[in-house]
């Protein structure tokens, strides 16, 4: 008998009022990301070993961070970030890109479901998709995400990606940390309940 898995997928996401993650062609300048919410992804992100993308996330990802250190202007949250991220496994999902050349990051083209319960296996803390809307859509469909990050934005972008998409069965939450940021920001943290528990 295979042993219980250790390592919980969370899903982290900002997000408008009426439930778009971005508008309708990726943009994201509407979403409030200051000091202290900086701070609460440095937070989160101690408790991650593993940073999980999609392919269009992953390509913004790649194209930016690498550059931070280089940048006069970058600060230290985010010369903070950009090392951690840098330095942290990755794992791109996608049945598009033909290689992956960030440091420490690994392509995954087919069998999400069987990688990620082979990941959740081996020893290790949690893993996090980051952004990565569609990504969080097919793990939504799969019954992979165990807990669920949300920044609740004061904005209400009217069009865009939503965050709940096609989502297939009922999935209970149990809300386990609310957080109101001085922006505006609420941040909600639940949990799936498994099997009536949470």
Request: contains cysteine; proline residues 5%.
């Amino acid at each position: 008998m295979a042993p219980a898995p250790t390592r919980n997928v969370i899903a982290f996401m900002h997000v408008s009022l009426d439930g778009f993650v971005a508008g309708p062609n990726g943009e994201m300048d509407r979403f409030a990301i200051d000091e202290e919410i900086y701070k609460d992804v440095a937070d989160l992100t101690r408790t991650v070993d593993t940073a999980l993308y999609g392919r269009t996330t992953y390509t913004m990802m790649e194209s930016y961070w690498p550059t931070v250190p280089a940048n006069p202007s970058s600060t230290k949250e985010e010369l903070d970030h950009a090392h951690w991220v840098e330095n942290v496994q990755k794992i791109v999902f996608s049945t598009t890109l033909e290689q992956v050349g960030w440091n420490n990051t690994r392509l995954v083209k087919a069998n999400i479901a069987e990688e990620v319960a082979r990941l959740k296996q081996r020893p290790g803390t949690n893993m996090m998709i980051f952004g990565s809307p569609r990504l969080t859509h097919t793990f939504i469909r799969l019954g992979l995400i165990d807990e669920y990050r949300i920044n609740i934005n004061p904005v209400i972008l009217g069009k865009g990606i939503p965050l709940f998409k096609e989502v297939g069965e009922q999935c209970d939450l149990k809300l386990l940390t609310s957080k109101t940021f001085r922006s505006g920001v609420v941040g909600l943290h639940y949990r799936k309940v498994a099997d009536g528990r949470a």
